[in-house]
């Protein structure tokens, strides 16, 4: 698996990751990752950073929705489809947190491309206009 579609993977599995945990918080995400990483085949690399990943967005959770919130004009977070604002809540923290790793032009690209596959049509703009705000 080359880095690119490792780190896809990765941000796949911490997005389901954080989907679930969404209704089901009794779940210890550490425990979703290592399920998905498994079910995937995924070598430690790619499982560890998707567990960076979901760490990260539950551990700065607050500090990444008032983020989102502060650049989503008109949209509430609850209004968000839970999809879009999973995929908001994983780039934000790649944005503010892992800048020195990844940069904001693959963070953004990469988001935008997960909300084609995994959320309506609509979304990739949407997720590409808020994340485009964050990182000015």
Not at 7 to 33: C, G, I, T, W, Y
Not at 51 to 73: F, P, W, Y
Not at 96 to 101: A, D, G, V, Y
Not at 104 to 114: D, S
Request: negative net charge; glycine residues 2%; charged residues 25%.
């Amino acid at each position: 698996m080359t880095p690119h579609n490792s780190r896809r993977k990765a941000r796949e599995m911490a997005l389901q990751a954080l989907f679930q945990h969404n209704f089901h918080s009794d779940l210890d995400p550490k425990e979703s990752v290592s399920y998905l990483a498994e079910k995937v085949g995924a070598d430690s690399e790619t499982h560890g950073f998707a567990h960076t990943l979901v760490a990260g967005v539950l551990e700065h959770k607050d500090e990444i929705d008032q983020l989102i919130q502060s650049k989503a004009q008109h949209w509430s977070l609850e209004r968000m489809a839970l999809v879009d604002l999973c995929l908001l809540r994983l780039a934000a923290f790649e944005l503010t947190h892992l800048q020195e790793e990844i940069p904001p032009k693959v963070a953004i690209n990469e988001a935008v491309e997960i909300a084609k596959e995994y959320s309506n049509a609509d979304s990739s703009a949407f997720v590409n206009g808020i994340l485009d705000q964050i990182k000015k």
